[in-house]
């Protein structure tokens, strides 16, 4: 996939970069609750043509605890920057919330999952038809689930994929500035450099796909896998914020193998995640103690391990095989979710 970067797409995203700087800018930010009307009929134009939609959120720690402050939606035309803190829900109300749920209606994303649990907890929308970017690179679409040399995938931010894939100096250096912004996101009025950072996430997500080129076979996993990542975090009942529910692995059993569009059905829950898996997953020893723990979570706790001292590991040991009654309640209520996440894979992978 390196190497296919050219000319033609470096030189867009460089106009972008200097928006921030006094150049034009095809962007809109919309902060009165007047001017959504006509962004909503522009969006709707675009996807009347068949574009594709790029979406982002921005908020300090977002999730279902850190607001949402601004929501990026990137047509061919025009970017919409949606300042969430000033509109609230009123936009979701009045036509967003269907662009947002419709599954037919591609949103290409990046790591979609905070946005998803952010969305779903914060405004009730069940975002849907997700083609999420980071699922896609290389060393994680085809990776088999059945291969247990790997302990972990590791998975690429959106900065690394820059890194990686768009060989512009400039605009890594703009991107890791406004990563700095992250706590500056509840400010008003927002600097143009805010808004060019949240102009320049969504276009790169355009940008990253047709660099990516997936094909056919790839982006029916792809959407599938986008599904399960959307309600990785969404439907958890009681989210910890640990290092288990945010690392920088692929979890288990998210992008089906090739050739195939689901996982083989499990009961053994993980003791980290509450995921279902079979029992393969686990060793039999970890299986007896009731601790086991998915291939992912494994990795993350060995990470974990290195960097703690002797004492704090005894009592990680001890705090592992106690399992208390809210603990036990949390799985079950977990578990629950996942049999109506399968119900609802199942109908529409049936579609
Ligand atoms: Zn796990």
């Known amino acids: 996939m390196e190497g ?104 290409l994303m990046f790591d979609c999952r905070e946005d998803a649990d952010a969305l779903f907890h914060q405004f009730h929308v069940t975002l849907d038809g997700v083609l999420d970017i980071q699922l896609l690179e290389e060393n994680s679409i085809n990776r088999k689930r059945g291969d247990h040399n790997f302990s972990a995938i590791s998975l690429n931010s959106l900065l690394g994929c820059m890194k990686k894939y768009f060989q512009c100096e400039e605009s890594v250096k703009q991107k890791e500035e406004g990563m700095r912004l992250e706590k500056e996101w509840t400010n008003r009025p927002l600097t143009a450099k805010q808004i060019s950072y949240a102009q320049i996430d969504v276009y790169l997500l355009d940008w990253l796909f047709d660099n990516f080129k997936p094909s056919d076979e790839e982006l029916a996993r792809l959407k599938i896998a986008s599904r399960i990542y959307l309600n990785l975090k969404r439907f958890i009942p009681c989210r910890k914020y640990n290092e288990y529910e945010n690392n920088t692995y692929l979890p288990v059993d998210v992008i089906p193998d090739k050739g195939s569009s689901s996982f083989p059905k499990g009961y053994v829950s993980c003791t980290e995640c509450y995921r279902q898996f079979p029992e393969d997953e686990f060793s039999i020893r970890q299986v007896k103690k009731k601790n086991q723990m998915c291939r992912t979570c494994k990795k993350v706790k060995n990470d974990k391990s290195v960097q703690l001292t002797e004492y704090q590991f005894e009592y990680f040991d001890n705090d592992d095989v106690t399992e208390s009654a809210e603990r036990e309640n949390e799985i079950k209520q977990y578990q629950e979710q996942c049999d109506e996440e399968e119900r609802y894979f199942s109908e529409v992978l049936n579609q």
Not at 4 to 14: A, D, G, Y
Not at 38 to 64: F, M, N, P, W, Y
């Open 4 to 107: 296919r970067v050219t000319k033609e797409l470096i030189l867009p995203i460089s106009r972008i970069l200097h928006t921030s700087e006094g150049g034009d800018a095809d962007y809109e930010l919309v902060d009165q609750k007047r001017q959504w009307p006509s962004c909503l009929i522009a969006i709707r134009h675009a996807v009347s043509k068949g574009q594709t939609l790029a979406l982002d959120c921005e908020g300090d720690s977002l999730s279902r605890k850190g607001n949402i402050q601004l929501l990026s939606l990137d047509t061919e035309e025009k970017t919409f920057i949606l300042d969430i803190q000033k509109l609230k829900a009123f936009p979701f109300e009045r036509g967003l919330r269907e662009i947002l749920e419709d599954k037919n209606l591609i949103k």
